[in-house]
């Protein structure tokens, strides 16, 4: 099976612009799970999709904000981008996710840099 | 050892040895504990689990310590191999939306 595929790998933007990035999970699992990852700071969750619909929400602003494709595909938007915004998104991918411990497939995330 | 917010801790082994990474984590009531190896430019790999019920957990070449009184985890590696070289960390919780990351600890390993 193919892995977890994140796209793009690096992006640069400025203050104030607005992003998005996308993720296609290994075929079958319908559980798409988005984490900023910052040095110092760990893994963050930000949220799930299950079946096109937002599950669960970390303690993210509203300008982080995603959706689930039928497919499964998913994407992730942050608006009026802030310089701390700058981190490696991961996106994981599980069968069943949210309340389960189903093993979670790591994508290898989109590097953004906020100038 | 590593604790969630804390500057990346590193650990360089030679290759051969045995290696010992340990996490500290925060909450007693958390039920699953998981560590991740992530190497450079990739996404984190699951290596092992382990949860409350349990105390010790073998896989192939890893073991994974859990300690419930001092809420302390650690993984071992057998035989560290240069391939080991990478980031590890810990995770605490009770299900995939309920998880806390540490850090990680870099292990690099010398030839």
């Known amino acids: 099976k193919a892995g977890v595929t994140q796209t793009p790998r690096y992006l640069i933007k400025t203050r104030g612009q607005q992003v998005t990035l996308s993720c296609s999970p290994i075929s079958g699992h319908r559980s798409v799970s988005w984490y900023q990852q910052t040095p110092g700071q760990g893994l963050q969750f930000l949220f799930e999709y299950f079946s096109e619909t937002q599950r669960n929400k970390g303690n993210f602003p509203g300008r982080f904000s995603g959706r689930q494709f039928s497919n499964s595909r998913s994407e992730m938007n942050v608006s009026t981008l802030e310089l701390g915004d700058s981190a490696l998104y991961l996106c994981a991918s599980t069968l069943l996710g949210g309340t389960t411990t189903d093993t979670q497939y790591f994508g290898p995330g989109t590097r953004l840099t906020v100038l | 050892g590593e604790s969630v917010g804390l500057h990346l801790p590193t650990l360089s082994v030679q290759e051969g040895d045995n290696s010992i990474i340990n996490c500290a984590y925060s909450?007693?009531?958390?039920?699953?504990f998981i560590w991740y190896k992530q190497e450079s430019g990739k996404g984190p790999q699951f290596i092992i689990d382990i949860r409350s019920n349990m105390d010790k957990r073998q896989g192939q070449r890893v073991t994974v310590l859990l300690n419930k009184t001092v809420k302390h985890l650690s993984l071992q590696i057998a035989a560290t191999q240069p391939g080991d070289s990478a980031v590890y960390f810990c995770?605490?919780?009770?299900?995939?939306?309920?998880?806390?990351f540490g850090a990680g600890t870099r292990l690099t390993v010398k030839p």
């Open positions: 995770a605490e919780g009770l299900h995939n939306n309920d998880m806390r």
């Open positions: 909450n007693s009531a958390s039920d699953y």
